[in-house]
């Protein structure tokens, strides 16, 4: 919000954890998860294009062997969704992992009809504004310093740098 306007709403998010700025995807999964390589690759070159993208190469090597489970375990014209009752008046939080990071969904409903609806999507994460405290979200401090100019970055390093976090182009553009 601007200065002066406390409690202003916006369409713009700037979520955090515990405070501070986090990195959501492929390289966190896999720092939380204690995985050697993910963490030699960000003590030796810090959370960058490199890292991003070799910890996606990875968690794919990793999930295919399981995707031929998974579709075994499909049993075709079951039901894939439940359709329950709308109550009269709820809340609600879905929360999971998503292929480019944390997804949380929440939900109140009053009278029957969507009173609000809040997502935070892994984009939203990654490509957060500056906060009301002033401190730039990933993709800024990924791309401030990328050095630019003659001999220098070309705008291709700062779409390697943007590509590297996976947006989700609906959520860029939304």
Known sequence: PLDGKEGAYTWCKAPRYDGRVVEVGALARQLVAGHPLARDLVATGGGNVLSRVVMRM??????????????EALAPGEPYCVVGDMPDEAQGVGLVEAARGSLGHWITVRRGRIHNYQIVAPTTWNF????AAGRPGPLEQALAGLPMGEGKATPAAVQHVVRSFDPCMVCTVH
Do not use: F, G, K
């Open 128 to 131: 957060s504004p500056r906060d």
């Open 58 to 71: 990875v968690e794919i090597a990793r999930v295919l062997p399981e995707m031929e489970r998974w579709v």
